[in-house]
T-cell receptor, first 111, second 112 residues
Framework: GQNIDQPTEMTATEGAIVQINCTYQ??????LFWYQQHAGEAPTFLSY??LDGLEEKGRFSSFLSRSKGYSYLLLKELQMKDSASYLC????????????WGAGTKLIIKP | DVKVTQSSRYLVKRTGEKVFLECVQD?????MFWYRQDPGLGLRLIYF???????EKGDIPEGYSVSREKKERFSLILESASTNQTSMYLC???????????FGDGTRLSIL
């Protein structure tokens, strides 16, 4: 069956680095997305991985291993504004662009 | 830039009412999606549409219907609202490529 797992909540310190993991079991694979969602707001797109390896975008990086069904989002130089939920979503093959969503990881940044 | 607009940020309705949630996108996107989001659960797909007058059921269509008379507008209808439909509703547009879905601001709907 389809399943995406992420930790429910994580806490980190301002200025530090945090890694948010996502594991998935799906019927085929055609890309993985990370979104950021601040409380009460809509998700906003952060990154997309379809091939194995690391994609870097400023303070944020995302890694994918298709053979392990595993991805992580790495946030560096944490700022208070990074306090948000981070959603992992997978697109299956032949899915007509539908996404399967994880429940999200709530990241709390402390001073 | 990408723009998806939902008509209301907050809405309060009564049990049994027929409720309309409107979503408009200005990107000429073919694909549009309606989700609901509840605490501790991932986004759950209610309905989606690939083109005008086309609709497909998602994972939780019961109690809902949709309308797509024009390409830019995708409406979600709660036929007879119930308290278990109190939720955050999110509309998204997608251009049919490997690009991400883009979301509206969401409608927080309360059914009393």
């Amino acid at each position: 069956g389809q399943n995406i797992d992420q930790p429910t909540e994580m806490t980190a310190t301002e200025g530090a680095i945090v890694q948010i993991n996502c594991t998935y079991q799906t019927s085929g694979f055609n890309g993985l997305f990370w979104y950021q969602q601040h409380a009460g707001e809509a998700p906003t797109f952060l990154s997309y991985n379809v091939l194995d390896g690391l994609e870097e975008k400023g303070r944020f990086s995302s890694f994918l291993s298709r053979s392990k069904g595993y991805s992580y989002l790495l946030l560096k130089e944490l700022q208070m504004k990074d306090s948000a939920s981070y959603l992992c979503a997978v697109r299956e093959e032949d899915s007509n662009y539908q996404l399967i969503w994880g429940a999200g990881t709530k990241l709390i940044i402390k001073p | 830039d990408v723009k998806v607009t939902q008509s209301s940020r907050y809405l309060v309705k009564r049990t049994g009412e027929k409720v309309f949630l409107e979503c408009v996108q200005d990107m000429d996107h073919e694909n549009m999606f309606w989700y609901r989001q509840d605490p501790g659960l991932g986004l759950r797909l209610i309905y989606f549409s690939y083109d005008v007058k086309m609709k497909e059921k998602g994972d939780i269509p019961e109690g809902y219907s949709v309308s797509r008379e024009k390409k830019e507008r995708f409406s979600l209808i709660l036929e007879s609202a119930s308290t278990n439909q109190t939720s955050m509703y999110l509309c998204a547009g997608h251009d049919g490529s490997n690009q991400p879905q883009h979301f509206g601001d969401g409608t927080r709907l309360s059914i009393l």
